[in-house]
C-alpha cells in the first residue's frame, strides 16, 4: 500500500486510519499544492490532489472513501457493521463529513487566503455560515457522547474528526473557526488529537 500525502490535508484522513490500523505501508510526502509544486506529480494522479492511495490494482482519491475500503477490506475494528442499529449513522457522518463540513471550509480558506481580492470576501462568509449551520448535527450528538456511533471510537470520527481540526486552521474575522464552535466540540477534537496515531500522523510532512 502507498499513500501520497501532503501534510494537514484531507490526506491525514487516510494516513491517520492507516496508522491507527498499524499495517504497513509507503508514504510519500509532497509540498502543497502537489500539482503546482510538484507538476511531475500528475504522471501519477492526474488529479493533482491528494490523497492519492495506491493498494496493489486499486487506487482512489477520496478520503473518507480510503478510510471506509481501509476498514471493509481489512477488518479494522474501527468500522460499524452492517446489521449495527447506528449503522445508517455512520454511513451518513462518512458521506457529510466531505460533502457538507470540509467542502465549505476549502472554499473559506481559498477567498482569505489564497485569493485575497477583497470583492471575494462575501464568498468566504456565506461558506462560513454554511458550515456552521452544517456541522450543528455533529455538535447536538456530542454534547452527551464521546464519540458519533456506538460510544466508541470509529472511522466516523476519523471523517468528521479531520474536518473539525480543519477548523483549527481556517481563518475568520473572529479568529478560526474551531473559535465559533461550542466548547464541547473543541474537548471532542482534544480526545481525537490525543490519540497516538493522529499525533503521528499530523506530525508527518512537518
Known sequence: MKLYHSRNTRSLRALWMLEEMGVDYELDILPFPPRVKQPEYLQI?????????????ISMTESTGI??????KYQSALVVSADHPEYGEYINWLH?????LTFPQSLVLRYTVMDKNPETRVVAEQYKTWF????????????????LVDDRFTIADIAV???IFLATKVPVA????IDLLEPHMRAYLDRLMSRPAFIKA???GA
Open 45 to 57: 494522479n492526474k488529479l493533482g490532489t491528494v490523497p492519492y492511495f495506491v493498494d496493489g490494482d
Open 67 to 72: 478510510c471506509q475500503y481501509l476498514g471493509d
Open 96 to 100: 457529510q463529513s466531505d460533502a457538507s
Open 132 to 147: 456552521l449551520s452544517r456541522i450543528q448535527r455533529a455538535s447536538d450528538r456530542l454534547k452527551d457522547h464521546e464519540y
Open 161 to 163: 474528526g479531520y474536518a
Open 174 to 177: 473572529e479568529g478560526k473557526i
Open 202 to 204: 499530523e506530525a508527518l
